[in-house]
């Protein structure tokens, strides 16, 4: 079952060219100076809010033009649309106790399949209002289309930002979407504008199901890339192709629409990033792959057996006039590239993030790295300033520097309570793990027990454990962790 919102498209009466946008409240401060002088700028979205059912047998009389097209699954009288509307509209500083008017269905999204929870599905209305909005709120300003495409298009590096509701709502017609055709037996997202997000089922780790596969296809070649030279060009890029093989026809269809001269980028060598990269071979031996050379030698010769390019970072990439610059982003493994898309200043971050709200599970997305690396990666992010990141499992994240530093401070969080552990008596991997995951479940402790490994080699470089720790013994018990997780869980 989805999550259903509802999103409200509100156009100035007195000038037809204005739309009102909400500024989007960010997440919580840390309360700690270092992160909390990492500030996202200002987000702008349509007005929403959940949409819940009606709560008796009745079905609503309020009237929505339009209504019964919405979609065959879905019957919006058995919704509260009326309280939902009024909630919305009280966000954005209508005080008024009529909502009447006319307010039209514009459009019904589903959601792509991100999860890992329910997707969320978006409801669309329309209606004019003006004079009552006098005295806006501090929150809500009216935008007109070509100010989001500008922000959205042209983007500064500590500009306002336009989120996706605004962008499906309202702009979709306005802009010219890419060359890519995505079957439409899979939902997709085209947010950031320019780059298309289609989740598909990959052997991934709980709790996802899907790779996000990323392409960016521009179907107007503008001179973006402008006179200055680049290391690879091509006329689309697909990245990590990780479905699984139920999905290999789809990927076949998506990569039969692009054009010829496709670049190949791939995040790091994990199963769930390049399981379809066979697939993309046989359409089409003339793509470009991209990897670093750690990623690329542990790519098997059956999954990739033409010749690729070795990328090490600070290479630029003209995609059909868009400029994209890899980053070289070690952490999750030592071959691990991220990518800029420069027009939109979106970071796709392969998995060195996941957009997964439990601290503790972002906890276990697994590092091999030292950890000074890990953060140098975190840290380069950070000042890059992004405004989206793009992880490989997950939705679009549009709080990029809450985020980061999110992870950073769990990460020294985890650090020092891995060393309290061993101050309390733990010995062993398996006694480090099953006390600091305790509230994690054991399924996630694989890929945590490595992360504690690193950290234990940090302390010890900091010359910071207990004198009574034996790196040795904990070195030697490594190899019984696997026993010892499986008895426990039987
Ligand atoms: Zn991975
Ligand atoms: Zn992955």
Known sequence: ??????????????????????????????????????VDSDLWDLP?????????????????????????????TNFDVESTLHQVLSQVGFRGGQIGGNWVLRKYEEEAEFG?????????????????????????????????????????????????????????EHMQSGRCKVPPSLCYQEYPPGVTIVPMGSKTQKPFRTTNLVVIAPSNVTDGCGGSSYDVYGDALIMDPGCRSEGHSELMEIVASLPRKLVVFVTHH????????????KCNPDATLLAHENTMRRIGKDDWSLGYTAISGAEEICIGGQRLTAIFAPGHTDGHMALLHVSSHSLIVGDHCHFYSSNNWSNTIMFVVPVQEYFETSYKFLELSPHALIPMHGRVNLWPK???CGYIKNRRNRESSILKAIEGGAETLFDIVSKIYSDVDPSFWIPASSNVRIHVEHLAQQDKLPKGFSLERFNCSRAAFADRLRSTQM
């Open 1 to 38: 079952m989805a999550t259903l919102k509802l999103a409200v498209i509100i156009n100035n009466c007195s000038n037809d060219d204005e739309y009102l946008l909400v500024r989007q409240t960010p997440p919580p401060k840390f309360g700690d100076e270092e992160y909390d002088s990492y």
């Open 48 to 76: 929403s809010a959940k949409l819940n059912p009606l709560e008796t047998e009745f079905q609503s009389g309020f009237f929505i033009e339009g209504a019964e097209s919405c979609s065959p699954k879905l019957s919006l």
């Open 116 to 172: 890992p929870g329910t997707p969320v599905n978006t409801v669309f209305i329309f209606g004019k209002l003006g004079i009552e909005y006098e005295n806006l709120q501090e929150v809500s300003r009216w935008m007109s289309i070509q100010s989001c495409l500008n922000l959205l298009l042209e983007v500064k590096p500590s500009s306002d930002r336009i989120g996706h509701l605004a962008v499906v709502g309202l702009l979709n």
């Open 270 to 281: 994990h199963y769930d990033h390049v399981e379809g990269l066979s697939i993309i071979q």
């Open 402 to 404: 809450n985020m980061l």
